[in-house]
DNA sequence: AGTATGATTGCCT
DNA sequence: GGCAATCATACTG
């Protein structure tokens, strides 16, 4: 039944941001399935622990499974679930959720009542699951999906560098997903 | 201490 | 399609 797949984020970050689409994801039960990822692995460029561990970052180094919030562009709160092991500074960013569960209070965030924009794209994501910096180290409440969901890699967005890397990862055909739906599929 | 920048979004032309 | 908003963080001098 439910424990039959059980959810290891002591992955590499690019494992575990395949494996958490289609996972759902609750803040103090709102949220729903994930169906936009991309990974942030050790050595990579655009990582915000490429450069080593720092008070922002700190909550990346901390237990696989917790939560890494941080401000984007001074307005937006970016969600993000940690990975690896303690010490290594991966994570993943969760681009867009499949609204599910307390439908209501992201309308109420979010100021509308569009599913399809509740929770397409990062800081809107942050807005609707009402995210902020006391997320920040929390563990991540996570639950296994129903079934197999069709898994599409595409390269990642809105950021300068490694943006070559095939480290976006989406559930194929969901109408949640934000910016480009297609790419060319890279070897998983 | 001061400055440049960003894992974005939404409104403008 | 292009650009402004807005501020915490991180880097420079």
Redesign the pocket.
């Known amino acids: 039944m439910e424990a039959a797949l059980t959810l290891d984020l002591s992955v590499d970050a690019v494992s575990a941001a395949r494996t958490l689409i289609g996972w759902t994801l609750l803040v103090d039960g709102v949220g729903g399935p994930i169906v936009e990822t991309?990974a942030?692995p050790v050595g990579d460029a655009?990582?915000?622990?490429f450069?080593?561990r720092?008070?922002?970052?700190a909550p990346?180094f901390g237990p696989p499974g917790s939560f890494?919030v941080?401000?984007?562009?001074?307005?937006?709160w970016?969600v993000?679930i940690v990975c690896g092991a303690v010490g290594d500074g991966q994570?993943?960013?969760v681009?867009a959720l499949e609204p599910a569960a307390g439908i209501e209070a992201m309308i109420e965030r979010?100021?509308?009542d569009d599913p399809r924009?509740l929770c397409?794209?990062?800081?809107?994501?942050?807005?609707a699951l009402g995210a902020g910096?006391l997320l920040n180290g929390a563990p991540a409440e996570l639950t296994a999906p129903a079934g197999e969901r069709s898994v599409a890699a595409t390269t990642?967005?809105?950021?300068?560098?490694a943006s070559d890397r095939p480290w976006r990862f989406l559930e194929t055909g969901s109408p949640f997903v934000?910016?480009p739906r297609s790419a060319a599929k890279a070897a998983l």
């Open positions: 991309e942030y655009a990582s915000h622990a450069r080593g720092t008070d922002r970052n990346m890494y941080y401000r984007s562009y001074g307005i937006h970016c993000n994570a993943v960013l681009r979010r100021g509308t924009r397409r794209g990062p800081g809107c994501v942050g807005q910096p990642r967005i809105g950021i300068a560098q934000s910016g």
